[in-house]
């Protein structure tokens, strides 16, 4: 059973920059595509940005520029660095997985995905 645990959540000022981790067990992460979600108080389920096995990303327009995602296979380990935050960026944040074969690419918006972690709080506050 593949899991997930996500870290690197914390307060930053407006402005400021995180990156967070989602470390993967149970499986090796080069067969997978992560996505990257997160889901503020009264407001619905977003993916933010998705990278596929090859490491090809899909962003929402509502990310594009200022979140990148990495993954390092090495380590099991995928990267969302988060730049220029500002509070309507205050959410959980969670990584999830799907199987996806290498060469294939990820959508962010279309992309179904299993495997979820339990999330971490960002919060962006002066």
């Known amino acids: 059973q593949l899991q997930l645990v996500e870290s690197g959540g914390g307060l930053v000022q407006p402005g400021g920059s995180l990156r967070l981790s989602c470390e993967v067990s149970g499986g090796t992460l080069y067969s997978y595509a992560i996505g990257w979600f997160r889901q503020a108080p009264g407001k619905e389920h977003e993916g933010l940005v998705c990278?596929?096995?090859?490491?090809?990303?899909d962003h929402s327009d509502s990310v594009l520029g200022r979140f990148t995602a990495s993954r390092d296979n090495a380590k099991n380990t995928v990267y969302l660095q988060m730049d220029s935050l500002n509070p309507e960026d205050t959410a959980v944040y969670y990584c999830a997985a799907t199987f996806m074969l290498m060469g294939r690419r990820c959508s962010v918006a279309d992309t179904p995905y299993e495997y979820w972690g339990p999330g971490t709080q960002v919060t962006v506050s002066s």
């Open positions: 990278i596929s096995p090859g490491g090809t990303t």
